[in-house]
Structures are given as C-alpha cells and as structure tokens.
C-alpha cells in the first residue's frame, strides 16, 4: 500500500515564499517518479506544475518557469517544490503524485495521488 502526503499548504502575500513537501510512504522499497499539480478553484481539471522524469528530467510548467524548483529526494521518496514570487494566479489545491515510470506532466500517468494542500496567494 503507498500513501502520499503533502505538507506545507497555507496564505501567503503576493510576491512571497512557500515551500512544498510531499512525503511517499510504501510497504516495497520501490522508488518513485513523482511531481506536482495543482487545480485552481472552480477548475475540474488539475495541471502539471513541477516534476523529475524517470530518466531525470527536471520538467515545469510554462508559468512557473524560474520562479519555482522541484527537487526529490530518491533514497526516502520525498518531493519538494520551492515556490517564489508567487502570484494570486497560483493559489489552488496542491498535489503530489507518483508512478513506477513518467516522462512527462500529464495528470493521466500519474496513478497514486495525495489528498492535496491548499496555498491561497492575496494580491
């Protein structure tokens, strides 16, 4: 059974910092490819914002390009996602996900998911 976990939702000013962790717990001693989505409010559909392929890969999202950094640590199964200058466009539901094997932000190859974080961004 794997559990995902996020960690380090809340509010923050506009242009400000949050810092993201998702921790993966398993009963195997597999590793995991895994990133992040969000979903804004009133949004069905959740985006890809930050992850690391299988075959190591830093991927992001077009509007978060240099202001965030994913980063992973392999050995625990551990994910975090470093977020500056954040706009109110960023606030929504935060989520980590895993897979054996993913090459690209796409939420359909990604089938373990946590329950999310919220981060609100005030303007």
């Known amino acids: 059974q794997v559990q995902l976990v996020e960690f380090g939702g809340g509010s923050v000013q506009s242009g400000g910092s949050r810092r993201l962790s998702c921790a993966l717990a398993?009963?195997?001693?597999?590793?995991?490819?895994m990133a992040w989505f969000s979903q804004a409010p009133g949004k069905e559909e959740r985006e890809g914002v930050a992850?690391?392929?299988?075959?190591?890969?830093?991927m992001y999202a077009d509007s978060v390009k240099g202001r965030f950094t994913v980063s992973q640590v392999k050995a625990n199964n551990t994910l975090y996602l470093q977020m500056n200058s954040l706009k109110p466009e960023d606030t929504g539901t935060y989520f980590c996900?895993?897979?054996?094997?993913?090459?690209?932000?796409?939420?359909?190859?990604?089938?373990?998911w946590g329950q999310g974080t919220q981060v609100t961004v005030s303007s």
């Open positions: 398993s009963e195997s001693y597999n590793t995991y490819c």
């Open positions: 992850g690391i392929s299988t075959d190591g890969r830093v």
């Open positions: 996900a895993a897979e054996f094997a993913c090459y690209e932000l796409r939420t359909l190859d990604y089938g373990l």
